[in-house]
């Protein structure tokens, strides 16, 4: 699975920015975005399984909506009301059974203040 995400840039505090990932093929697992900043570990930002409720992050709850097209083998994630400790590097997910994780390579988001 090559995931390619995109979306990222440099906006002011209250902004949004909208994420995309595209899968090189039908996923039919979770799907998820993680976010690292330098010198801290990678955390899950939010994911959703194919066909059921998404799971957020407190950080970015009423904040951030993750949404994915199955059609499309595309994920996306909505940012709004931006915040500067939002600033990272985010990586699209695909968690397949039992345990193996796919990553893109990342997109850097940066948030003014």
């Known amino acids: 699975v090559q995931l390619q995400a995109s979306g990222g840039g440099l906006v002011q505090a209250g902004g949004s920015l909208r994420l995309s990932c595209a899968a090189s093929?039908?996923?039919?697992?979770?799907m998820g975005w993680y976010r690292q900043v330098p010198g801290k570990q990678r955390e899950l930002v939010a994911s959703?399984?194919?066909?059921?409720?998404?799971n957020y992050a407190n950080s970015v709850k009423g904040r951030f909506t993750i949404s994915r097209d199955n059609a499309k083998s595309t994920l996306y994630l909505q940012m709004n009301s931006l915040e500067p400790e939002d600033t990272a590097v985010y990586y699209c997910?695909?968690?397949?059974?039992?345990?193996?994780?796919?990553w893109g390579k990342g997109t850097q988001v940066t948030v003014s203040s």
């Open positions: 997910n695909v968690r397949t059974p039992p345990n193996t994780n796919y």
């Open positions: 093929t039908r996923i039919f697992s979770i």
């Open positions: 959703i399984p194919p066909n059921g409720r998404p």
